[in-house]
């Protein structure tokens, strides 16, 4: 019976000390109770302030569903853009990249050359001869010969005239006795004249300007020419 009465005692008393801890306040304090609004601002730290802050998140989201003013939800945050090999920064060895600069051929200019006229007579330079003629000005070596009163057995001689047939009958077959545009090595006892009789349809006067050459037009033994 005594045990009875003494767990009794012990039950009201820890009753009476669990009422008086709810209602007791804290010293300094001037609020009895801690508002709702104290409690939110504190971190969680147990599993019912877990499970607080979870109902919380969910209330905002609907909210903000409904467009409910000065609700925001976190969004995820942007993907930090990751760094390729192009972006990559070359390392610094202290020694200069060297540069190369692929340049065109350049390309001799041009040099126009004086037109080709037939005239109606020719004095023969020293090296020349009708047929040399005949092909320079494209016409019929028959022809020439006749006009002049020569034969292929005659002998000409430089500063000779000859007169140029105008009838318009062109040189049988090819003009040219060599390919050109070339290069030529001077020979001993050549000239402008001797070489364009040596390609046979050049005109001597076009190769002295496409050399830069000046009357009276001296060559010298080796000297290279540019044959047009």
Known sequence: MKIYRSFSILIITLLVLGLVACV???????????????????????????MNQ?????????????????????????????????SAPTPTTGLATPQIVISSPTQAPLIATPPLIVPSSYALKKGEFPYCIARRFDVNPSELLSINGLSSASIVRAGMTLIIPQTGRPFPGYQALRAHPASYTVGSGDTIYTIACFFGDVDPNAIAVVNGLTSPYNLAYGQVLQIP
């Open 54 to 86: 979870i109902y919380l998140f969910a209330t905002q989201t609907a909210m903000a569903k409904m467009g409910t003013p000065g609700v925001q939800i976190a969004t995820e945050s942007p993907a930090v853009p990751i760094a390729t090999e192009a």
């Open 24 to 50: 007791r306040t804290i010293p300094g304090s001037s609020k009895a109770t801690t508002t709702v609004e104290e409690e939110s601002s504190v971190l969680p730290t147990s599993a019912t302030d877990v």
